[in-house]
């Protein structure tokens, strides 16, 4: 079974990548591809962040981040998954609306996809995937250069006035390359969760992503 130009040898991971949680609702006997959105955000995030290191010599982590966001939210990936067609391949209910150009189900498929094809021809099928994504660096995406100060921006202009509450949620890795994962907070808009080298670098990309799922 080909998606994207890629065939996978195990068709049962693709078949599980474009089931829908709302298709499980009617089958309950399937699996959908909650799992594998959650495998395929993480190699989403290595693959764009090693183009970003490889195209941008220049950027220090902050606009990095930013960056990153972008090429991966939420509307980014809505986009690709439109030029590709990738709605009339999905498992839906019967008798399901069309979705939303914007539907996070969307989103959640695309990055189902790309854990997909990673368990099943690792880095170079994963690789292959991503390449049909077509993802700009530079798009929008809802998410502004500053994303830290846009956020607090959002959160002031609320009624009452709040303040976004960053939590360090653990520190891990070796002492010379640590990973910090920050958690952002604000009542009412919802939360979001990021990992970066730094804490700094991980609040601006939890801030971003809130900011992104905020955008949707």
């Not at 068709?11 to 959908?32: F, G, I, K, N, S």
């Not at 170079?124 to 956020?151: H, M, Q």
């Not at 959160?155 to 709040?162: S, Y």
Request: charge should be neutral; include cysteine.
């Amino acid at each position: 079974m080909e998606i994207f130009g890629y065939e996978f040898s195990n068709e049962a991971l693709l078949d599980e990548a474009l089931t829908t949680p709302a298709y499980r609702m009617e089958r309950p006997e399937v699996r959908d591809n909650q799992r594998l959105e959650f495998l395929g955000d993480a190699v989403l995030g290595l693959l764009a962040a090693d183009r970003l290191y490889s195209a941008s010599s220049r950027d220090g982590e902050g606009k990095l981040t930013v960056k990153r966001a972008r090429m991966v939210s939420s509307a980014a990936l809505c986009e690709a998954a439109e030029r590709l067609g990738l709605a009339a391949r999905l498992k839906m209910n019967k008798g399901a609306a069309p979705l939303p150009k914007n539907s996070k189900t969307l989103a959640d498929a695309m990055e189902a996809i790309l854990g997909a094809a990673w368990l099943d021809g690792g880095l170079a099928a994963a690789l292959k995937v991503f390449e049909t994504f077509d993802l700009s660096p530079d798009a929008a995406g809802g998410i502004p250069d500053n994303p830290k100060g846009e956020l607090q921006i959002k959160a002031q202009a609320m009624t009452p006035p709040r303040l976004p509450v960053y939590t360090l949620v653990k520190t891990s890795g070796k002492s010379h390359l640590p990973c910090f994962t920050v958690r952002v907070q604000v009542d009412g808009l919802g939360e979001a969760v990021a990992e970066a080298g730094s804490h700094k670098g991980a609040e601006t990309l939890a801030a971003a992503k809130l900011l992104a799922g905020i955008s949707c």
